[in-house]
């Protein structure tokens, strides 16, 4: 939504709590102060479970990272995305897995979540055949750090989003609901390939505290939400939270 908010804050707040959404994920503060932004979204009746911060925020400036999620209460702190300068080797990704241990243990003893969220990228395999996901798994403490799985980029990958959400059981904290279009680009739920029903089914069952409905590009943002609300509403009510 960030085109959308960048024009007309108030209005796509509003319009999105009126297709039926009650909490949004931050990434970034739609060109406003955070405590303007905070108030909007209280106006409209949407709270802030999850916010993305970057790697290097959350390296360099934990404290004030923390002092943003103190401010919409926000439970999750999610890093989704680590430059390509910082993550060329194996050793580069132990590094970062050293990096977020060190943020999620600190955001533990605080009360916060870290999550870490999923491209593809981290599924290319290195020459002894692991791969980043592998590392982080295996390098990562899992009461520090925690996945918000992004269905749309394992499958992008090759991978079965619901093997892999059953597989993370206990450490999925939040999930992206994101299809593919046939086409490879991201389309609403119900409009691509995936299996979402199922999907969601498996996000649940694995401990998924929060579901986003996400869609990296849409010709009308707003209509697309609603599209994906619609889809997700008609799912059986044994798919509800």
Not at 28 to 40: D, I, N, P, Y
Not at 103 to 108: D, E, L
Not at 194 to 202: D, S
Request: glycine share 8%; with cysteine.
């Amino acid at each position: 939504m960030r085109d959308a908010l960048a024009a007309d804050l108030d209005g796509t707040l509003r319009r999105i709590a009126e297709v039926g959404y009650r909490e949004v994920e931050l990434a970034g503060f739609a060109g406003v102060s955070a405590g303007v932004l905070r108030e909007k979204l209280m106006q409209h009746g949407l709270s802030v479970p999850s916010m993305h911060a970057g790697y290097e925020s959350l390296r360099d400036d934990l404290d004030g990272v923390l002092d943003e999620a103190r401010l919409f209460d926000a439970s999750f702190l999610v890093c989704p995305f680590v430059d390509a300068r910082e993550r060329r080797t194996a050793a580069d990704w132990k590094r970062v897995c050293r990096t977020l241990n060190w943020a999620g243990r600190t955001m533990r003893n605080r009360g916060y979540t870290l999550a870490y969220h999923n491209h593809d990228y981290e599924f290319s395999a290195f020459a002894g055949g692991a791969t980043p996901f592998d590392l982080l798994l295996a390098e990562t403490d899992p009461q520090d750090v925690k996945l918000e799985l992004d269905v749309y980029w394992l499958a992008k990958a090759g991978l079965d989003p619901v093997r892999y959400l059953a597989e993370s059981r206990d450490r999925v904290m939040l999930v992206h609901l994101k299809d593919l279009g046939a086409d490879g680009a991201t389309v609403e739920l119900g409009a691509g390939i995936l299996p979402m029903e199922r999907i969601v089914r498996a996000a649940l069952a694995a401990g998924a505290k929060h579901l986003f409905v996400e869609q990296d590009t849409s010709v009308d943002p707003l209509a697309s939400i609603a599209v994906s609300w619609r889809f997700l509403a008609g799912l059986p009510a044994t798919t509800s939270p």
